[in-house]
């Protein structure tokens, strides 16, 4: 079982440049996220799918878009990548949707993460 | 405002000593949880612990265990006779049910276990 798969693991950009982070998982979570991971500042969340169909922004959402391409894949664009940029990016999911309070069903299952360096 | 604080940037201990790592939270909802993850040297996010606010009772696991207080916002983990296998760092989150189970993390306690 791959659980949350995301891909590439390593990218260095130069300022201006453009990418697409890529998640995927195979557990049927409805809920997918990414956060961004800096030092000192915690996770933040950057976007979040609550069910297919359905994006919306979190903490640090500029300079960020998001595709909900189906249940299972959730990707993060760059269009102009900036060195503020420079990080780690974790996509993760879960099995809640919005409200549901089920035992369990909210925890949040990780990708290994995505170091990304912007020139 | 920071729903979740860890106020310990740093915690270092030695071998076989008790450790305890402090989170406390903030929020409006009478229906949230808290969670404890660990991210070992490699990287990844480990889920450790969830609670709900309805269940205040501590939880042991074996070496770990978790103390949920509510008069004071606080959900504290404690690792007994810590090991090297210990040292990570260790992330408080909360979500909420009214945001849409959005999750809210500290920034983290870095523990290092000297051998």
């Known amino acids: 079982n791959a659980g949350v798969t995301q891909t590439p693991k390593f990218q260095v950009l130069k300022t201006g440049q453009s990418m697409t982070l890529q998640c995927a998982q195979d557990?049927?979570?409805?809920?997918m996220y990414w956060y961004r991971q800096d030092p000192g500042m915690g996770l933040r969340l950057i976007y979040y799918?609550?069910?297919?169909?359905?994006?919306d922004k979190g903490e640090v959402p500029n300079g960020y878009n998001v595709s909900r391409l189906n249940k299972r894949e959730f990707s993060l664009r760059l269009e102009s990548a900036a060195p503020s940029q420079t990080s780690v990016y974790f996509c993760a999911s879960s099995e809640a949707l919005p409200g549901q309070s089920s035992s369990g069903a909210n925890v949040l299952t990780f990708g290994a993460g995505s170091r990304l360096t912007v020139l | 405002a920071q729903k979740v604080t860890q106020a310990q940037t740093e915690i270092s201990v030695v071998e076989k000593e008790d450790v305890t790592l402090d989170c406390v939270y903030e929020?409006?909802?009478?229906?949230?949880?808290l969670f404890w993850y660990k991210q070992p040297p490699s990287g990844e996010l480990v889920f450790l612990i969830r609670?709900?606010?309805?269940?205040?009772q501590n939880e042991i696991s074996g070496r770990y265990s978790w103390n949920f207080q509510k008069s004071t916002s606080s959900f504290n983990f404690t690792i007994t006779a810590s090991q090297v296998v210990d040292s990570a760092v260790y992330f408080c989150?909360?979500?909420?049910?009214?945001?849409?189970?959005?999750?809210?993390f500290g920034t983290g306690t870095s523990l290092t276990v000297i051998p």
């Open positions: 799918s609550a069910s297919e169909g359905t994006t």
């Open positions: 929020t409006r909802d009478t229906t949230y949880y």
């Open positions: 989150a909360l979500s909420e049910r009214n945001t849409g189970n959005q999750f809210y």
């Open positions: 557990m049927n979570h409805n809920s």
């Open positions: 609670r709900n606010s309805f269940d205040e």
